[in-house]
């Protein structure tokens, strides 16, 4: 069955560095890769879609990565501040379904 | 500008108890889902709709139903409760999940307690 792996342990990092986060799946062929933040109590909201056939994109501090050999996805967050902890999920898409992994928590300390 | 509206916010019911949770979106989206999500288990996809009239099931169906009588409304049905079904749930649209640009919108969510 499809699987997506996200960094279950919470993610540490200084201010200022830069925050990378990583999904792997298996059993899977997505047309798309979507990342989304989620803060406690509230919905996930949209960040970024990368497809299949693209390797990167940016968008302001955020890049995502996209490898459909290693069936991997990064995402960096560059100049990371207090305000970007939450959790983040990579979301896979095709087959007219949207599918999450668990997510991972970031943590900007000052 | 409401986007996804999910009422109630908040529910507590009593095993074997049914009640619907109301999803509405005014964003003219054909595709709509409904997700659970519990703690170190992420999202997972209850049922989905690629437009009024159709539905179809997604990774963990059994307990609920759905229907998508409007392009608007996409109501989530618990037949029979059970405390397995305590959880966050989240309603989501998007324009049309088969258009790779798609992103999808999310609803504040409802968390619900089976007891």
């Known amino acids: 069955s499809q699987k997506i792996e996200q960094n279950s342990e919470a993610l540490n990092i200084q201010e200022g560095k830069t925050a990378t986060l990583t999904c792997n799946y298996t059993?899977?062929?997505?047309?798309?890769l979507q990342w989304y933040r989620q803060d406690p109590g509230r919905g996930p909201v949209f960040l970024l879609l990368?497809?299949?056939?693209?390797k990167e994109k940016r968008k302001e501090r955020l890049k995502v990565t996209f490898d459909t050999t290693l069936k991997q996805s990064l995402f960096h967050i560059t100049a990371s501040q207090p305000a970007d902890s939450a959790t983040y999920l990579c979301a896979l898409g095709g087959y007219n379904k949207l599918i999450f992994g668990a997510g991972t928590r970031l943590a900007v300390h000052p | 500008n409401a986007g996804v509206t999910q009422t109630p916010k908040f529910q507590v019911l009593k095993t074997g108890q049914s009640m619907t949770l109301q999803c509405a979106q005014d964003?003219?989206?054909?595709?709509m889902s409904w997700y659970r999500q519990d703690p170190g288990m992420g999202l997972r996809l209850i049922h989905y709709s690629v437009g009024a009239g159709i539905t179809d099931q997604g990774e963990v169906p059994n307990g609920y139903n759905v229907s998508r009588s409007t392009t608007e409304d996409f109501p989530l049905r618990l037949l029979s409760a059970a405390p397995s079904q305590t959880s966050v749930y989240f309603c989501a649209s998007s324009p049309n999940l088969g258009d790779v640009n798609t992103e999808a919108f999310f609803g504040q969510g409802t968390r619900l307690t089976v007891v």
């Open positions: 964003m003219n989206h054909e595709y």
């Open positions: 059993n899977y062929s997505p047309a798309y």
């Open positions: 990368i497809r299949e056939n693209e």
